[in-house]
C-alpha cells in the first residue's frame, strides 16, 4: 500500500512558476514510477508526466513539454513536479500516483495507487 500527499499548489499568474511536491508513505518507494495527472473542472483527467522507479526516463505531454520537469528523490520519498511558464490552461488539480511498472508510463490504469490532488490556479 501506497499513500501519496501532494502540496505545493497555490494561485499564480500567468508566465509564473510552482513547483509541486508528492510524498509517499512507503519503504519500497524506489520500485514504483511516478506520475503527474490533472484535472480541469468538466473534462477528463489527463497525464501530464512521469519518471521512471531510478528517475533516468521521464515523459511528458506535448502540452508541457519544455515548460515542466517531473524528477524524484528515492532517498526522500518525494517526487515533485516543477513547471514553468504557466498559463490559464494550466489551472486543474494536479495529483500525483505510483505504478508498479518500471517506468515512465502514461496511461491512467497503469497506475495502482493515486494521492487526494492539489489546486493549481493561473490567472490571467
Known amino acids: 500500500q501506497v499513500q501519496l500527499v501532494e502540496s505545493g499548489g497555490g494561485l499564480v499568474q500567468a508566465g509564473g512558476s510552482l513547483r509541486l511536491s508528492c510524498a509517499a508513505s512507503?519503504?519500497?518507494?524506489?520500485?514504483?514510477?511516478m506520475g503527474w495527472f490533472r484535472q480541469a473542472p468538466g473534462k477528463e483527467r489527463e497525464f501530464v508526466a512521469a519518471?521512471?522507479?531510478?528517475?533516468?526516463?521521464?515523459y511528458y505531454a506535448d502540452s508541457v513539454k519544455g515548460r515542466f520537469t517531473i524528477s524524484r528523490d528515492n532517498a526522500e520519498n518525494m517526487v515533485y513536479l516543477q513547471m514553468n511558464s504557466l498559463n490559464p490552461e494550466d489551472t486543474a488539480v494536479y495529483t500525483c500516483?505510483?505504478?508498479?511498472?518500471?517506468?515512465?508510463?502514461?496511461?491512467?490504469?497503469?497506475?495502482?495507487?493515486w494521492g487526494q490532488g492539489t489546486q493549481v490556479t493561473v490567472s490571467s
Open positions: 500516483a505510483a505504478s508498479s511498472f518500471f517506468g515512465p508510463v502514461r496511461p491512467v490504469n497503469d497506475y495502482a495507487y
Open positions: 512507503t519503504r519500497t518507494f524506489s520500485v514504483y514510477a
Open positions: 519518471i521512471s522507479r531510478t528517475g533516468g526516463s521521464t
